[in-house]
């Protein structure tokens, strides 16, 4: 179907402040009297503090206050408290000093003394599990942070006898805290023509947002006003007023822009209050700064895995059965159920006849972590793909065929419920993908030589769900003309706050010059949305865009049906008019109809509202009521399956094995994302994302000292995101560009599995140029393929994390 | 810890070689020689270092440029940037080895404010000692990157004595292999050191990289003309393409007659406290064919005698490849 505004480029509203400087980050607002905080951050990764000695930082000239745990509200366990007395990591704030500027704040903080008492503590989930092992936590070393409650934590030990075959490097797999399976397992390995069993680790990394996350928060009128680094924007409110103590209705956030998130800053999080208590506590605006080492401490990381996966094939390559068990490595405090995702992962990919997902999410004293991109599932794909890779060597299959051999179809099946997926299109973005990679020709070049430098090529597959549904649209057609869209989702820096607000431009047929989109500010009134992670936005965002949109068409028809009589369906719309389908010219414009709705009240311009809108939404609504044609609806629109995103990628690379560096020649992306709804922005979507997923792949690191439990990476030159020299010149992108049939205009999200795609693609041919060397670990580092190209042993423990 | 906030201190610019010299001597211990501040402010943002008085050395106009000497060799002032040096013509035609090593250092930005000074005096870069911890290297009485678990992929193979950090600079092992001359003024007049004595190990000093004293300053380097023109390699290896440190790097500098190496000098960087002066390796391959076979026999004989610690091992095979290529490919 051909769209006027869906599939085309715009230039994204906020993108001339991005480029010119102009564009407002938390950091860059100001107000008169602002005052500056910083951060007393635990120096050990495990203590109770006993007492703390703030004298002589409170006769410092210029310090106007001093914020503690006891002054902000209890978290309850394990989620991340705001201020803390017991810290769990090195880097957790204990306190904040408010002066008149930043350098005072932190000559107070040097001058503050306090009397810790160290705690075990422990950096490895293994040790954990071990039979007397440190825990992380007093409560406790073992989270079930999965969604389907409030999060708890407990205490788990394993038996020696688990442990039996650790040196081996087998992955020991005692008591799971959860699991699931389905299909006959004993069955599909029995009749298994191959088998292997393979432990891995994969590491933790940061998310090296560009924007620390900085917070400015002051109370005016009985409102709390925070602006802040979030990728969201009405998700963010509830959690933030919570940890401010105040009603979502008290506060008012401001998230114009944010310098990347990559899932940190999907929603609020705890010390982004602390700027609001502190100003509270000393009556004055204050700003906090979080500078690029504070980031490395406090602002989050990918879980780890410590992994192991058994998987049955028929001599045909197809799989019989899979048994997968994680370990996760959850940080010290609520974490994030990656663990789970891993078995989705493996479930739709390779729908397995029979497969059990087993996993336990463990608690070490490091820094805390969220979601980042692909969360489970590209930690899962860059294990596991290598490792299907190995199964077509054993057969005799081609890499390409054997995926194609156990691809999810349209029938696809998700997951522990076996639950449908509203589209799945990865066999044809693969066959795509090995079309305009010539995957017949350079899979022929595999291992070739050139002096110290071999060809390795592969191909690799990743997933992500990518939807919700049940939020709320809010659009108003003004007597001015134009079209309102009031979007509560965020600016994660995708541009798809804008992409999505023009779905309903598309359904209103709205010249896009007509239109503003209204974000970023609780003062632009805004419906309630969900985050923007979880490669969700344009699944869920058209959904709700799309419901306001037919809201306010359904009110311009009755408009017009009371002011120039008939029926609202004898009414269409076109170049900004709602006329009558039998005479075109008798009709209102929309400026006309706006007008006439104010005039008509009631529904029309938002004084009556529907029953089944979230209260934010209301609330919005009602402050716009009068204004125009209001459209507000929930997003009630039938979903019957697992929104899902996939992507396939193809690579050729070269490596020198004499230096254990590698160039990549070619890299090739094609995404199953439904209808494209912004080429631009998904060329820049797989490219980022593939640029990511090689260094998650190759470059990032995450190192913590396990004698002191300190971290050697809290730099961008220490945790090495790939740099523009690591990375292809040019990238190739495609897309299938099928809809999903449950999207209302067909699209639906991809940020995730770009990047598990690139991450696959390049670990698998680092393999591939290897003559087939599985490293069973990611990063796959320089040093590591020194190793392995000499013939040499790792320097890690077959299952040690936290060393690269 | 890293704390990414600066204390105050009080800031020197002094327009003179005595000047500086002076104030320096001045405020002795207490005192920082400031250039491109690239290694400096890493140190004063985490306050792990507190000079109390900062003497900023960009306004000594006399210590900038890159002056041809009588002799044919290259005279390059303290305070020249690592960017003038890669795109110097006199360097790129005589010493192209300085230009390429100059061009690998961390990234464009840093390269253009950091200086050759800066770059040969930089301070160790084990992430513990940066950290911020009492190890040797600070005063204190211990290591903790030469321990079981210590993560030292970055340490060194040679020459551990109670610290195993190594020499992070990419220019100094060019230098090495260059047989540059360290010219320093300092409060007791002028000295000149050769490259390869102007590094020191911990097993001299553990607590300082180079002879400077409190109070010296370098103000230039001065490459002989020995080796102009000849046959040069230089490779770095690093995890990442730029903005990364060194995990090995290799300059070589030889002359090559009649298909035979007559003279060569060749320096590793990264694999101990100083740049590594290869000088078995010259030895083994003096007068022998630049071929693959004697390529060879100079990687295997460069890593004789290197002690791994538990995560760097993979530097003994690095090393032999990249001495390896420098014969071969150079
Ligand atoms: C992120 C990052 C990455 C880096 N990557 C690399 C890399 O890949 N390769 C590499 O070689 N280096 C690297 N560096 C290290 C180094 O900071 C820069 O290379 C730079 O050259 C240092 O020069 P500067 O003038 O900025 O030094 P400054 O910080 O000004 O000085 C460094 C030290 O030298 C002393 N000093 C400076 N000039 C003189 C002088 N004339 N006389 C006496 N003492 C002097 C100072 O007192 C100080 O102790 C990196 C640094 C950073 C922060």
């Known amino acids: 179907m051909a769209y006027k505004l869906i599939g085309s480029n715009f230039v994204p509203p906020d993108i001339r402040g991005k480029v010119t400087g102009s564009a407002k980050y938390a950091e860059d607002f100001r107000v008169d009297n602002m005052a500056y905080c910083r951060l007393l951050l635990s120096p050990i990764p495990h203590a109770r503090v006993r007492s703390i000695d703030t004298s002589r930082a409170e006769a410092m000239p210029g310090v106007l206050g001093i914020l503690t745990a006891e002054d902000v509200p209890a978290q309850p366990a394990p989620a991340d408290p705001i ?109 298994a023509a191959l088998v292997l069993d393979e432990s891995f680790v994969t590491a933790g990394m940061s998310h090296h947002s560009m924007e620390p996350r900085s917070a400015m928060a002051y109370w005016q009128n009985g409102k709390c006003f925070v602006f802040g680094s979030t990728q969201s924007q009405s998700f963010v409110i509830p959690d933030l007023a919570n940890y401010i103590g105040i009603t979502p209705q008290e ?14 800053k999907g929603s609020a999080y705890p010390v982004m209050s602390i700027p609001a208590h502190m100003s509270k506590k000393i009556g004055q605006p204050v700003m906090m700064r979080i500078s690029r080492a504070e980031e490395y401490y406090l602002g989050f990381a990918r879980t780890g895995f410590q992994g192991r996966i058994r998987l049955g094939f028929a001599a045909d390559g197809r799989i019989t059965a899979a048994d997968v068990y994680i370990v996760q490595e959850n940080g010290a405090t609520v974490g994030f159920p990656d663990w789970p995702s ?78 449908p997926v509203t589209s799945c299109y990865l066999q044809e973005a693969m066959a795509k993908g090995a079309a305009a990679f010539d995957w017949e020709n350079k899979r022929a070049l595999s291992g070739q030589r050139n002096g110290s430098k071999v060809t390795g090529v592969a191909v690799s597959q990743a997933f992500h769900p990518a939807g919700f549904a049940g939020f709320d649209g809010i659009v108003r057609l ?11 989702i965020g600016n994660l820096g995708t541009y798809s706050h804008t992409g999505t607000s023009r779905i309903a431009a598309e359904v209103l047929n709205c010249d896009w010059e007509n239109c503003v989109v209204e974000r970023g500010d609780t003062r632009k009134n805004l419906p309630w949305n969900i985050g923007q992670f979880g490669s969700n936005t344009s699944f869920t965002m058209a959904r ?35 006329f009558a389908k039998a005479d075109p010219a008798r009709g209102l414009t929309y400026a006309e109809a706006a007008q006439r709705a104010i005039e008509l009240g009631g529904k029309f311009d938002g004084h009556e509202l529907p029953d089944d809108i979230n209260p934010m939404t209301r609330e919005s609504a009602t402050a716009l009521a009068g204004t125009g044609i209001i459209g507000v609806a929930r997003d009630n629109l039938p979903i019957t399956g697992q929104p899902a995103a996939f992507v396939a990628g193809f690579i050729q690379i070269e490596l020198d094995i004499e230096t254990g560096k ?78 999903d049939p449950q999207s209302p205009l067909g699209t639906k999200g991809i940020g995730e599995p770009v990047m598990g795609a690139g991450s696959a693609a390049l670990i698998c041919a680092i393999s591939d140029a290897l003559g087939g060397h599985y490293f069973n670990r990611v990063p796959i580092t320089t040093d590591q393929i020194v190793n392995a190209a000499a013939g040499r042993d790792q320097s890690h423990g077959p299952l040690q994390v936290n060393t690269a | ?18 000047g500086a010299v002076d104030l320096l001597a001045r405020y002795g211990d207490e005192a920082w020689a400031l250039a491109g501040g690239n290694d400096s402010f890493d140190w004063f943002k985490d306050r792990v270092k507190r000079p109390s008085y900062v003497v900023d050395l960009t306004g000594l106009t006399e210590l900038n440029g890159i002056r041809e000497m009588a002799d044919g060799g290259v005279e390059i002032g303290a305070l020249t940037t690592l960017t003038e040096i890669e795109n110097n013509s006199l360097i790129q035609g005589r010493y192209s080895i300085l230009a390429d090593a100059a061009g690998r250092v961390a990234s464009p930005q840093i390269r253009n404010t950091g200086t050759i000074g800066g770059n040969l005096a930089q301070d160790a870069r084990c992430w513990y000692y940066r950290y911020g911890v009492d190890c040797y290297r600070a005063g204190g009485d211990t290591c903790y990157a030469d321990t079981p678990e210590g993560q030292n992929r970055e340490h060194c193979l040679w020459g551990a004595n109670r610290c195993v950090a190594v020499s992070p600079s990419d220019t100094a092992p060019a230098m090495v292999a260059l047989d540059a001359r360290m010219h320093i003024v300092g409060p007791d007049g002028e000295r000149e050191v050769a490259a390869e004595d102007f590094f020191i ?24 003309a020995d080796w102009a023109g000849s046959t040069f390699y230089f490779e770095k290896v690093a995890d990442r393409n730029t903005w990364d440190f060194a995990l090995v790097s290799i300059a070589a500098a030889m002359v090559v007659e009649g298909g035979n190496i007559s003279r060569i000098r060749m320096a590793a960087g990264a694999v101990e406290c100083v740049p590594r002066r290869l000088s078995v390796v010259e030895q083994v391959v003096t007068g022998q064919p630049k071929n693959e076979a004697t390529a060879n026999l100079a990687g295997q004989s460069s890593v004789r005698g290197a002690t791994p610690l538990n995560f760097n091992h993979f530097k003994i095979p690095l090393l032999q490849n990249l001495v390896t290529r420098a014969i071969r490919d150079a």
């Not at chain 1, 080429?679 to 913590?704: C, D, N, S």
């Open chain 1, 83 to 191: 201020l803390t007395n017991e810290p769990m990591f090195i880097g957790q704030p204990i306190l904040a000093v408010a002066a008149v500027d930043e350098t005072t704040a932190h000559d107070a903080i040097d001058a503050i003394e306090i009397d810790y008492e160290p705690l075990p503590f422990c950096v490895d989930p293994l040790e954990s599990l071990f039979p007397g092992g440190d825990d992380a936590r007093t409560d406790g070393n073992v989270v079930d942070n999965r969604l389907t409650g409030p999060p708890s934590i407990r205490q788990m030990k394993w038996g020696a006898a688990d442990f039996a075959a650790v040196n081996e490097g087998q992955l020991p797999t005692g008591e799971p805290a959860a699991e699931w399976s389905y299909g006959d397992i004993d069955a599909g390995f029995e009749n």
């Open chain 1, 251 to 264: 506060l008012v956030y401001v998230a114009e822009t944010c310098g990347g998130g990559f899932g940190s």
């Open chain 1, 342 to 419: 891993a078995g989705e992962t493996v479930s739709i990919l390779y729908q397995p006849p029979a497969m059990r997902w087993r996993g336990i999410a463990v608690q070490t004293n490091t820094p805390p972590r969220s979601a980042q991109r692909g969360p489970g599932h590209n930690q899962t794909v860059s294990a596991v793909e290598p490792l299907i890779d190995k199964a077509a060597r054993a057969l005799g299959i081609d890499r390409y065929e054997m995926r194609r051999i156990n691809a999810p179809g349209r029938e696809a099946r998700f997951g522990e419920n076996q639950a």
């Open chain 1, 478 to 488: 003004t007597p001015q003309g134009q079209l309102h869209v009031h979007t509560g």
């Open chain 1, 544 to 578: 709700t865009n799309y419901v306001a949109a037919m809201d306010a068409l359904s009110k311009l028809k009755e408009i017009a049906s009371i002011d120039l009589g008939g029926e609202p369906d004898d009414y269409d719309i076109g170049e900004h008019r709602v």
């Open chain 1, 662 to 739: 590698f160039d990549i020649i070619d890299y090739l992306a094609v995404a199953d994302c439904g209808t494209v709804i912004h080429p631009q922005g998904l060329a820049t979507q797989i490219k980022g994302g593939g640029v990511m997923g090689f260094g998650m792949a190759t470059l990032e690191r995450h190192i913590y000292d396990p004698q002191n439990g300190l971290p050697g990476t809290v730099g961008l030159y220490q945790a090495k995101p790939a740099s523009y020299l690591d990375v292809p010149e040019t990238m190739r992108t495609d897309a299938v560009d099928e809809p």
């Open chain 2, 1 to 18: 810890m890293s704390k990414d906030m600066m204390a105050g201190f009080e800031l020197f610019q002094p327009d003179t070689l005595q």
């Open chain 2, 201 to 224: 190990g911990p097993d001299i000093d553990i607590e300082r990289m180079t002879v400077l004293e409190p109070g010296e300053v370098l103000t230039a380097i001065r490459i002989p």
